[in-house]
C-alpha cells in the first residue's frame, strides 16, 4: 500500500510541477505497478525528450520485461535500451538488456 501511495503522490507532484523529468518519474512508476506498456513508453519518451538517455534506457529495460510478461514481442525495446547503454558507457548495466 505505501508503493501505492507514494505513486499517487508523485503523479500529483509531476501534475502540479509539469517538468518533463518528474512527469516520466511518476508514469514509470504508474507503469510498472500497473504493468502499463503504454505507461512506460511514455515515460521512456518523457525522459528522452528530458535530455536523460540512462533513465530512458532503463525504463525501456522495464518496457521489455513488462512485454514478455505480457506475451508481446519485446526485442526492439532491449535492443534500443542496450543501444544507449552502450553509447553511455554505462557496461554494467548493458547485462539487463541482453
Known amino acids: 500500500m505505501r508503493v501505492l501511495a507514494a505513486a499517487r503522490?508523485?503523479?500529483r507532484l509531476a501534475a502540479e510541477i509539469a517538468v518533463d523529468a518528474?512527469?516520466?518519474?511518476?508514469?514509470?512508476a504508474g507503469g510498472l505497478l500497473s504493468?502499463?506498456?503504454v505507461r512506460l513508453e511514455r515515460a521512456a519518451e518523457?525522459?528522452?525528450?528530458?535530455?536523460?538517455p540512462y533513465s530512458a534506457a532503463g525504463v525501456r529495460l522495464?518496457?521489455?520485461d513488462t512485454l514478455l510478461?505480457?506475451?508481446e514481442p519485446a526485442e526492439e525495446e532491449a535492443e534500443a535500451a542496450r543501444a544507449v547503454l552502450e553509447r553511455l558507457g554505462a557496461?554494467?548495466?548493458?547485462h539487463r538488456a541482453t
Do not use: K
Request: charged share 35%; aromatic share 6%.
Open 9 to 11: 503522490e508523485l503523479e
Open 69 to 71: 510478461v505480457l506475451g
Open 22 to 28: 518528474v512527469r516520466a518519474s511518476a508514469e514509470w
Open 91 to 94: 557496461a554494467a548495466d548493458h
Open 46 to 52: 518523457l525522459f528522452d525528450r528530458a535530455g536523460d
Open 35 to 37: 504493468a502499463d506498456p
Open 62 to 64: 522495464d518496457l521489455a
